[in-house]
């Protein structure tokens, strides 16, 4: 088995990274088991934030990296909280609080359309030239009163009319299916896939 770094200390996503790389060979480590700290992510964009924690990771371990990068982006905000979604109403990041602030931001908006990114980077080496960049998005709409006790984040506003359900309401099974961290998840399997 080849190590590989996941730049996060997420147990969920270390999990759910582990299962689907396993097939390539990869044994998944958390970056915590090496020391690392988290990396600064100052950038705009999901991919260079991706990409500068893939990287930090890399570097301070010697072994090849994964890192992704994920939020909400909403059309009437202008693709905002974007890559701030975790910290949208500051710090210590809160759910409640950045769900406040997002709801309270659309009070006179009648577009609600909204879509979660999420990108995952995957480095061979700190400067791995061509690093594989995969991206899903998720699309639904921002609904005022919550709905749903599953979920993180903005799941329980982020309602999905194919389902008539918020992202909250939805089955662990199901949301794994079709979010888009499934989605930017199936296309790094296509990826190393062919690089196999």
Known sequence: MKQLVLASGNS??????????AQFEFEVLPQSAFNVPEADEPHCTFVENALAKA???ARLTGLPALADD????????????????AR?????????????????ALHDQADRHAHYVAVLVLVRR?????????????YGEIVE???????????????????????????A???NRT???AKALAQLITQLSAAS
Request: proline share 8%; net charge negative.
């Open 12 to 21: 969920g996503k270390l999990r759910e990274f582990a299962a689907l790389l």
């Open 55 to 57: 990287r930090h990771a």
């Open 70 to 85: 994920s939020g909400i982006c909403v059309s009437a905000l202008d693709g905002a909280p974007g890559v701030y979604s």
């Open 88 to 104: 949208y109403a500051g710090e210590p990041k809160s759910d409640a609080r950045n769900n406040e602030k997002l709801i309270a």
């Open 126 to 138: 700190a400067d791995d030239p061509q690093p594989i960049i995969a991206q899903g998005e998720w």
């Open 145 to 171: 009163t919550p709905q749903g006790e599953n979920g993180f984040g903005y799941d329980p506003h982020f309602y999905l009319p194919e389902f008539g359900l918020t992202a909250a309401q939805l089955s």
């Open 173 to 175: 099974t199901e949301k």
């Open 179 to 181: 979010s888009h961290r």
